[in-house]
């Protein structure tokens, strides 16, 4: 089990850490702007500040990803969808999961989730 991917580095990637707690991988400031808005199951956020919020509320676990697959977009972006299964803390069962990303360049041309959604 791992904890939630946020980009295609940290989700694709074979050397990807297996044991970091849910949902942070990694210092997430970085990859949002005051634009980006997520979606995670009940909680939702836009800009830096409201991101937080609704992460700091999802539940702690660990989860397996099972499929990542990347897509272009005509405006030069990235589509990263996600599938898996999530253990939450302190239940018995997995749940299937599935993690939407839309990956953007700002004006100086670093990537950025513009738009998530986790479900």
Do not use: W
């Amino acid at each position: 089990m791992a904890n939630r991917p946020f980009l295609p580095a940290c989700c694709c990637s074979p050397a990807y850490p297996p044991a970091l707690p849910f949902p942070s991988c990694c210092s997430l400031a970085p990859f949002y702007r005051e634009t980006s808005q997520v979606v995670f199951e009940k909680f939702s956020g836009a800009g830096m500040a409201g991101i937080g919020e609704a992460l700091g509320a999802a539940p702690e676990g660990a989860h397996t990803v099972e499929t990542c697959d990347i897509y272009p977009v005509a405006d030069a972006s990235i589509l990263v969808l996600v599938t898996g299964k999530i253990q939450l803390t302190g239940e018995t069962n997995a749940l299937p999961f599935a993690h939407a990303m839309m990956v953007a360049a700002d004006a100086a041309g670093a990537p950025y989730i513009s738009n998530e959604i986790f479900r």
